[in-house]
T-cell receptor, first 115, second 111 residues
Framework: EAGVAQSPRYKIIEKRQSVAFWCNPI?????LYWYQQILGQGPKLLIQ????????DSQLPKDRFSAERLKGVDSTLKIQPAKLEDSAVYLC?????????????FGPGTRLLVL | DQQVKQNSPSLSVQEGRISILNCDYT??????FLWYKKYPAEGPTFLIS?????DKNEDGRFTVFLNKSAKHLSLHIVPSQPGDSAVYFC??????????FGKGTSLLVTP
């Protein structure tokens, strides 16, 4: 079974530029999550999708971050414009459904450096 | 505000000995707890979990203990192996299903 795929793996941009990350979850997984992991911290949930609907985006900085999950499969996360403090690893995860006890499977992450 | 705390950033253990990783939480609404393991340049991998209705869950060399009254859980690895060297994240979830992670503990198992 193929795991969660993410691209690109690494991205370096200058502040105020835009960047987009792509995630392809495990086939059949209805729930998709985007996490931000700043160096030395644990992952922090940015947004959770159930199929193509948003379940939780309470911690997404909506003035600069946006995410979509068209057709309930792939998802993109965009930052526009980027700030220095956005430097982090962006992790995508998926689970079969949303629920207590449902294991979340993580992709390898996209490491973003904002200069 | 950090709701899940891992107060030991690092731990070094000899091969064959027991590794004990600790985690504390503050939100009494959390009812499901997980441990994830992370190698460099990879995403976190699920290791073991425990529901709040239990106080112990075992899977091979890995055992998680939950003390609800103390809001504390621990992961025991026995015996520790060099391949266990990784960063271990404690996570908790409640009715919202979102995972709240600690900062992680870096475990080094030396031969």
């Amino acid at each position: 079974e193929a795991g969660v795929a993410q691209s690109p793996r690494y991205k370096i941009i200058e502040k105020r530029q835009s960047v987009a990350f792509w995630c392809n979850p495990i086939s059949g997984h209805a729930t998709l999550y985007w996490y931000q992991q700043i160096l030395g911290q644990g992952p922090k949930l940015l947004i959770q999708f159930q199929n193509n609907g948003v379940v939780d985006d309470s911690q997404l900085p909506k003035d600069r971050f946006s995410a979509e999950r068209l057709k309930g499969v792939d998802s993109t996360l965009k930052i526009q414009p980027a700030k220095l403090e956005d430097s982090a690893v962006y992790l995508c995860a998926s689970s079969l459904v949303a629920g207590i006890g449902e294991t979340q499977y993580f992709g390898p992450g996209t490491r973003l450096l904002v200069l | 505000d950090q709701q899940v705390k891992q107060n030991s950033p690092s731990l070094s253990v000899q091969e064959g000995r027991i590794s004990i990783l600790n985690c504390d939480y503050t939100n009494s609404m959390f009812d499901y707890f997980l441990w994830y393991k992370k190698y460099p340049a990879e995403g976190p991998t699920f290791l073991i979990s425990i529901s709040s209705i239990k106080d112990k869950n075992e899977d091979g060399r890995f055992t998680v203990f939950l003390n609800k009254s103390a809001k504390h859980l621990s992961l025991h690895i026995v015996p520790s192996q060099p391949g266990d060297s990784a960063v271990y994240f404690c996570a908790a979830s409640g009715s919202g299903y979102a995972l709240n992670f600690g900062k992680g503990t870096s475990l080094l198992v030396t031969p």
